[in-house]
């Protein structure tokens, strides 16, 4: 059930739209989906979790702010699609997607699983793919897509080959969609964030350090000129941008908030 109040803080950037977030449960995608829903949006909360959904919707609800929990697994067609469904029933249109849910893979050619291979793009392409496609029967003119990929789809990470490739899918399938939906002025925009600390990054961290999230952490930090890792209050100000028609001559951008990491 959606609390139809409205937010009480924010500039209300989205004032009036609608807009579905997936992985919208934790890290990036709840950022988010709390700062959209600040900013005026409606949000449809999209996560493989219900009870992680659930969470997101009661931090909007509790702030005034309008969401609708959703439980979908982005590969699967058929969840995504009755999920897009019930956003446009209960709030009558749709504005904005954001294809945040994702997930790691790690292993180099030589040693990764064949099975962690298919769920990475599964999960990561696929999921951007059926999302979308499922969204642009009710996207129309002045509506927005954004893609969530990473650093590690511009640059080698090493033992990261799945997870690489599945990034470099996603922004090269963003160019694609750019060109094909401009005519129907949908924009589509991808992120290619540095390392965020969430709960997804935190195994990467510690596979970095043997095992000590420490040690990663500093390994990590290194990469970096800025001098710390990203919050995702940084990338939800992104997505915000993108969303909004601020950034209404935008289209096909790869948009890097990595903290000077690929400037190097």
């Known amino acids: 059930m959606s609390d139809t109040s409205e937010p009480t803080t924010g500039s209300h950037r989205l004032a009036g739209k609608v807009a579905i ?90 040693v990764a699983e064949e099975a962690d291979w298919d769920r990475c793009f599964a999960v990561n392409v696929k999921g951007t793919f059926l999302t979308s496609q499922a969204a642009l029967r009710h996207l129309g003119q002045g509506a927005s897509i954004i893609n969530q990929a990473s650093v590690a789809g511009l640059v080698g990470v090493m033992n990261f080959a799945a997870y690489c490739a599945a990034k470099g899918a996603v922004i090269a399938l963003t160019r694609s969609m750019a060109v094909d939906l401009a005519a129907r002025g949908v924009r589509v925009n991808v992120i290619c964030p540095g390392t965020v600390y969430t709960p997804l990054m935190e195994p ?42 601020e950034a209404a001559f935008m289209t096909g951008s790869v948009v890097t908030p990595d903290g000077g990491m690929t400037a190097q």
């Open 21 to 110: 977030i997936t992985g919208g449960g934790s890290g990036i995608g709840q950022a988010t989906a709390v700062r959209f829903a600040a900013e005026g949006a409606a949000v449809g909360v999209l996560d493989r979790s219900s009870e992680a959904a659930a969470s997101t919707v009661k931090l909007i609800a509790a702030a005034g702010g309008r969401s609708l929990a959703l439980t979908a697994d982005v590969s699967a067609a058929a969840e995504v699609g009755a999920a897009v469904e019930a956003v446009v029933a209960e709030f009558g249109r749709l504005d904005v997607l954001y294809n945040n849910a994702g997930v790691d893979s790690r292993g180099s050619v030589l």
């Open 204 to 245: 990467m961290l510690r596979a970095r350090g043997d095992g000590d999230l420490e040690a990663g952490l500093a390994k990590t930090l290194v990469k970096y000129p800025i001098g710390r890792l990203g919050d995702p209050s940084d990338i939800a100000n992104v997505a915000l941008f993108l969303a909004s028609d």
